[in-house]
């Protein structure tokens, strides 16, 4: 069992947008999981950013980010990607997803909650200058 990897971090300018990648693995033959992403700031507290089902009907985001932020998925590609616009440098952080457990969470605040994940990318770095 691989590690979901993202990929697409770097240097973004202020006001300037960005698109992450992650792969994830087809780990179940009836049921695809859940992915979060999450970003851990300097400060070192990893915070919630968005995550989407494992069908991809429904999404979840940070309430800071609404409106600039965008999840969506592939399952026939096996990728989910994180799009956002309007950066400030107080999105510079390294971004991670990770994918959730074969069964579905039974309450919504899980889909924002670090400890519903099981699989960690080892995280991408975005660096947004001012």
């Known amino acids: 069992q691989v590690r979901p990897a993202e990929s697409g971090g770097g240097l973004v300018q202020a006001g300037g947008s960005l698109r992450l990648s992650c792969a994830v693995q087809p780990r179940d033959r009836f049921s695809v999981r859940a992915v979060g992403w999450f970003r851990q700031t300097p400060g070192g507290i990893r915070d919630f950013v968005a995550s989407?089902?494992?069908?991809?009907?429904?999404?979840f985001y940070a309430d800071s980010l609404k409106g600039r932020t965008t999840i969506s998925r592939d399952n026939a590609k096996s990728t989910v990607w994180l799009e956002m616009i309007s950066l400030s440098p107080d999105d510079t952080a390294i971004y991670y997803c990770a994918e959730g457990p074969a069964a579905s969470f039974s309450r919504d605040y899980m889909y924002s909650a670090e400890t519903s994940f099981i699989y960690w990318g080892q995280g991408t770095q975005v660096t947004v200058s001012s």
């Open positions: 989407i089902t494992g069908s991809g009907s429904r999404t």
